[in-house]
Each structure stands twice: as C-alpha cells, then as structure tokens.
C-alpha cells in the first residue's frame, strides 16, 4: 500500500475511534509520523542492533522490522519519546492499522525470522 493510502486508511480509523482529547492537528501529526516510521526501512541498508540490513532494493522485506505485534508498541514508545504518553493510544492504533492494511493481521515477529 502507498504511503498516501496508509494516511487515507488511518485518518478514517482514528476519527472513528475517541480521540476527542486531542485537536485536528495533533491526531494528524500522529497519522503521519506513525505511518513514516512503519516504513522506515523501506529503500534503506545500514546496521540495526548489531545487523546489517539492506532493503535499498525497495522490496517488501522492510517490513519484517516493524510490521508486527512488537513494532505496533515500538510504535507507541517512539511516538511517545517525541510528543509525549498521551499519544500512545492512537500510536498503537495507528500502527495496527498500518500493519493490517498491509497484511490483514498482525503478525508475530517470529513470523519473519
């Protein structure tokens, strides 16, 4: 899925979902920077905990970094770090919806390895 598809599916998730504490802007900045980070990996080769790792050729292989239930609260660590805890609710649910989006479940990290 595209990354203007991935903001797509979020935007209609989380507005469906109470997140009334936070404004417009806020919940956008989230979608974003959540469906950003998901797709870190994509295009990129370098060293992750000791690793090599190289998805330069763009292929869907990226997502055995982040695209399963780990990464999902990975995400909300991340977003949290950046923006602060009250984020982390629809960082995970941002997240999951990615994930879904791309798969149609969540998988276990274990799935990829």
């Known amino acids: ?61 990226h997502r055995r970094e982040i695209h399963h239930f780990s990464g999902i609260i990975w995400a909300g660590d991340h977003i949290s770090k950046l923006y602060g805890v009250r984020y982390r609710s629809l960082a995970e649910r941002m997240a999951e919806q990615h994930i879904l989006d791309d798969f149609g479940k969540i998988p276990d990290r274990r799935d990829f390895w």
């Open 1 to 61: 899925m595209e990354h203007r598809e991935h903001i797509q599916s979020s935007r209609k998730v989380a507005y469906s979902l109470e997140f009334s504490r936070l404004d417009f802007s806020e919940v956008e900045m989230v979608i974003k920077q959540v469906n950003r980070w998901m797709d870190y990996f994509f295009g990129r080769s370098g060293e992750v905990d000791g690793r090599q790792y190289d998805y330069s050729d763009c292929s869907q292989n």
